[in-house]
């Protein structure tokens, strides 16, 4: 079993910039692939990165250039840095493991 807990969203301005965090409980970089997916509201779930145990990265099209995925294995922090906001953005963010464990959310809006 793996907790995982989200932090850092809130509200900002369109353009601004936010850096959501994942904490796992234990070390599992290595071993398992982990992701940020949103949901905005009315919509299904989306995909937005991924990262591989060898540190392959991968993001939607919608946020490519404007969003950073890393980690730091020391830590056991899962990072999705964000510029260049845009509303459309506005959702919560969850972090996932192995595509079957997943955090409670952090609610990110961008709003004027």
């Known amino acids: 079993q793996v907790q995982l807990v989200e932090s850092g969203g809130g509200l900002v301005q369109p353009g601004g910039s936010l850096r959501l965090s994942c904490a796992a409980s234990r070390s599992i970089f290595k071993i398992y692939s982990m992701a940020w997916y949103r949901q905005a509201p009315g919509k299904q779930r989306e995909w937005v990165a991924t990262i591989t145990p060898i540190g392959m990265i991968t993001y939607v099209d919608t946020v490519y250039g404007r969003f950073t995925l890393s980690r730091d294995n020391a830590k056991n922090t899962l990072y999705l840095q964000m510029i260049s906001l845009r509303p459309e953005d506005t959702a919560v963010y969850y972090c996932?493991?192995?595509?079957?464990?997943w955090g409670q959310g952090t609610q990110v809006t961008v709003s004027s």
């Open positions: 996932n493991a192995d595509a079957q464990f």
